[in-house]
């Protein structure tokens, strides 16, 4: 592992095309602005940046699609590394894993699994770079079932400050595999990671939508539901302030809705039945409260989880915020409606409660720092500088909604739901966090990497 490409890395300055590529983020409200900048596409590479990159002691920071960089330190001097590794995802079907390149998105990564029967506990959108949702923990549609996606990842391969490559996993180095899931980064260059999939037959999955005027028996029922709902379910609710732009259905663009969305997997054939039965009992209960808008819940197979949310596929700027709730009573769902339902002027264009519970409360002892979610919810909310919305609107609506839901709040954070970066974050303990800072010193001893580090790993109270 000691050989390596020694001819110099070729840093791209502002104003080229390749520190163009080498910068660009999915969240256009959250650009980056390093002095320099490289693509790297093979581990070489990688190499050959870290050591240059030591030479000229420039701090390293670390993306590849950036969807994050909403939720990320500013990139402001130093180098950015933009990882594309090439190889491709290596499905091994017998002890059911996936090795998964960094820069590669979780469409790919369903695209090679699926003729196995196996799939991942991925997001909501196909394009989300895999490596930093699995680090920052990662809520799935499959999470009640699988847990925190962090808890699949079974081995992380990495370049350190020194250009060296690790790989860290259950024999070689488990310490540093522990710190890498949920640690919040500043360990080095990941350059693949190897994660265990499940199997998955068929999944019903899609969304239905109504008037937001129908809001608040949709919430209840949807709620009941939730209380005891099966582990094979994770579903969301969302409020929607859709923009009249092309993409959007007419019928979603005519003012606030709500929707209902999410999956009910099958692991077997024989599991089918019983998966469609499960969520014909929620979507009955919401139907029969309201003719919905749209409809498009139907029984699929693995591919079709990631049409559910229908997430924007390219690069758009947006602002928002994140917070966990301890549960959803009737007060709490008054509140959260309130500052963001019919009637409460919010520019947000969605607003989010992802059911929890489930295996994400339960925590894996083969998991990372990161292994389990002490509450019952997550809110996520954002929205797009748009027309008459200013950036300082949603700034201001998110204070609003964090406030009206502050009476819930746990107090901590899912880094791979946090969408800014001066909003409170806090995922790990104090004991935590000093673990995590052995860990980091013993591999980033003179802190190459620590403007990566994520602030609620570094940050208590």
């Known amino acids: 592992m000691d050989q390596y490409d020694v001819r110099r890395t070729v840093f791209a300055e502002p104003g080229t095309p390749e520190y163009d590529e080498a910068t660009r983020v999915f969240n256009l409200a959250a650009p980056v ?10 581990v070489d590479e990688v190499r050959a940046a870290v050591r240059e990159a030591d030479e000229r002691d420039l701090p390293v920071r670390v993306h590849t699609t950036g969807h994050a960089s909403g939720a990320r330190r500013p990139v402001e001097g130093g180098v950015l590394i ?54 920052g923990g990662g ?16 081995a992380v391969e990495l370049v350190t400050a020194d250009g060296a490559l690790l790989r860290a996993d259950s024999e070689s180095d488990p310490e540093l595999l522990w710190a890498l899931r949920g640690g919040g980064g500043g360990f080095g260059v990941v350059t693949a990671v190897e994660i265990e999939l499940f199997p998955v037959a ?8 109504w008037s937001a005027d129908h809001a608040r028996p949709l919430l209840a029922a949807w709620r009941d539901w939730a209380a005891d709902a099966p582990r094979r379910a994770t579903t969301s609710l969302r409020v929607l302030n859709l923009p009249p732009v092309p993409g959007v259905p007419p019928a979603l663009a005519a003012g606030p809705v709500l929707c209902v969305d999410g999956a009910v997997f099958a692991a077997t054939a024989e599991d ?44 758009v700027p947006f602002i928002g915020d994140h917070v966990l709730l301890k549960d959803l009573g009737d ?71 964090r406030a009206a ?9 899912v880094p791979s739901l946090v969408e800014g970066f001066a909003r409170p974050q806090r995922h790990l303990d104090a004991e935590q966090v000093a673990a995590v800072e052995r860990v980091r010193a013993r591999i980033d001893p003179r802190g190459r990497f620590a403007g990566d580090v994520s602030p609620g790993a570094t940050t208590v109270g």
């Open 202 to 209: 068929k999944v019903v999955t899609g969304a239905t939508y």
């Open 331 to 401: 007060d709490a769902a008054a509140a959260f409606l309130g500052a963001v339902g019919a009637g409460s002027g919010s520019p947000l264009a969605v607003a989010t409660l992802r059911q929890l519970g489930g295996a994400f409360a339960d925590a894996d002892p083969r998991g990372g720092v990161l292994n389990k979610v002490d509450a019952a919810y997550a809110y996520m909310g954002s929205g797009p500088p748009f027309g008459r919305v200013t950036a300082a609107d949603l700034e201001a609506h998110c204070a609003l909604v």
């Open 405 to 413: 839901l502050e009476p819930w709040n746990p107090g901590v954070t």
């Open 82 to 135: 933009r990882t594309v590794l090439e190889g491709g995802v290596r499905i091994d079907p017998g002890r059911r894993t996936a090795r998964v390149p960094a820069g590669t998105t979780w469409g790919e990564v369903v695209e090679a699994a699926a003729p196995h029967g196996l799939a991942a506990p991925h997001g909501s959108a196909a394009d989300v770079g895999v490596v930093g949702y699995l680090l």
């Open 272 to 315: 089918v039945s019983e998966a469609e039965r499960q969520a014909e009992r929620l979507l009955a209960a919401l139907r029969g409260i309201a003719e919905p808008l749209m409809d498009t819940w139907a029984l699929t197979d693995a591919a079709g989880v990631l049409n559910a949310h229908m997430d924007p596929a390219e690069p």
């Open 33 to 42: 602005h390093p002095d320099t900048a490289v693509t790297a596409r093979t």
């Open 139 to 154: 809520v799935s549609f499959y999470g009640r079932h699988t847990g925190l996606a962090a808890n699949s990842v079974r």
